[in-house]
């Protein structure tokens, strides 16, 4: 039902309003496509543009001037070749299609909009989660440097713990076996005092069984002599 305009350019702009032969501008057709060449006034499509034909430059050259209907502030006529135009539609039917495209572009303006806040949403959760792990990796370097910190000064206590164990145990052993010397000079010199102790006993035991003998002796040279001086009486008598 839509009937492309590039017949348009066999007919000078205006042609089809002077004569007949069905050159006229047509009726409008389904979706507000009028069938008909293109003419100055002609609403057209021209690369998903909407515009009006300004000026027809047929049939010296094939193109003519469109004004764009959404054409920004200071932007000038289009020259277009007439081959380029896709469609001749009425203004209620660029209209609508501009808003549509209008709304379009807003709706995929706002998806664009709710992407990239999604991206840097997941960016920044991304990069806090990335500074977590990091934070506690630090955090557990850190715990284990301390745990093997303290592990090594523990062995290092530990370690003069034993040496001055040792050292005491060193002491006492040498304290004890000067303890066992002096206890064995002290019996020594006990029993060097026992001996030197026993020699006088001996001795005074030597003196006095060297007395008690020469005391028998002295009694029994007494006794001989009491004897021979009672000898000596009786024959005193006798006689």
Known sequence: SRRPAEDADAAPAGHGARGGGGRGRGAVGEAGVRKSR???GDTVV??????????DLRPA??????????AAEGEEDAT???????????????????AAAAEEAERKAAEDARAAEEAARKAEEEAKAAAEAKAAEEARAAEEAEAAASAGRGRGKKGRRGGRGGGRGRQGMADHMGED?????????????????EA??????GRGRGRGA??????????ADVA?????GDVDEDD
Do not use: C
């Open 38 to 40: 293109v003419q100055v």
């Open 46 to 55: 021209v690369g998903g543009r909407f515009g009006v034909v300004s000026m």
């Open 61 to 70: 050259h094939a193109f003519v001037l469109v004004q764009w209907l959404n």
């Open 80 to 98: 277009v070749y007439v081959r380029e135009i896709k469609e001749v539609i009425t203004a209620e039917e660029a209209a609508r299609r501009e």
């Open 181 to 197: 010397g002096n206890a064995q000079e002290q019996v020594g010199e006990a029993e060097d005092i026992g001996h030197e102790s």
């Open 200 to 205: 006088p006993r001996q001795r005074r035991g």
């Open 214 to 223: 020469a005391h028998a002796s002295a009694d029994a040279e007494a006794g």
């Open 228 to 232: 021979a001086e009672g000898g000596d």
